[in-house]
């Protein structure tokens, strides 16, 4: 059975920064597309950032554009995602996933299984 195992996450001050990880168990995801999503407080969850196998290619959500940058070190099967100059918005439970492509992944509505993710709470 494959977990997702999503570490990093805190309690930070607005403009402070974080880095998250994931290291997927039970399974490598050689070849697949990897991405973060986050579920804020009374919202739907939302793909952040989302990287290839080969990390040639990324996307952003536009809000965390020039702020977040997503990375992967396959020799570990571990993504990361870098978060500077954080906001009180950026607030939420944040989940890493896997996918085909980033294509798939940004069109994808359900996934079979999630971790439990990491909580990011950003203060005023």
């Known amino acids: 059975q494959v977990h997702m195992v999503e570490s990093g996450g805190g309690l930070v001050q607005t403009g402070g920064s974080l880095r998250l990880s994931c290291a997927p168990s039970?399974?490598?995801?050689?070849?697949?597309?990897m991405g973060w999503f986050r579920q804020g407080p009374g919202k739907e969850r939302e793909l952040v950032a989302a990287i290839s196998w080969g990390g040639s290619r990324t996307y952003y959500l536009d809000s965390v554009k020039d702020r977040f940058t997503i990375s992967r070190d396959n020799a570990k099967n571990t993504v990361y995602l870098q978060m500077n100059r954080l906001k009180p918005e950026d607030t939420a439970v944040y989940y890493c996933?896997?996918?085909?492509?980033?294509?798939?992944?940004?069109?994808?509505?359900?996934?079979?299984?999630w971790g439990q993710g990491t909580q990011v709470t950003v203060s005023s």
């Open positions: 039970g399974r490598t995801f050689s070849g697949y597309a």
């Open positions: 996933n896997a996918d085909l492509t980033i294509a798939t992944m940004r069109s994808r509505d359900k996934y079979d299984y």
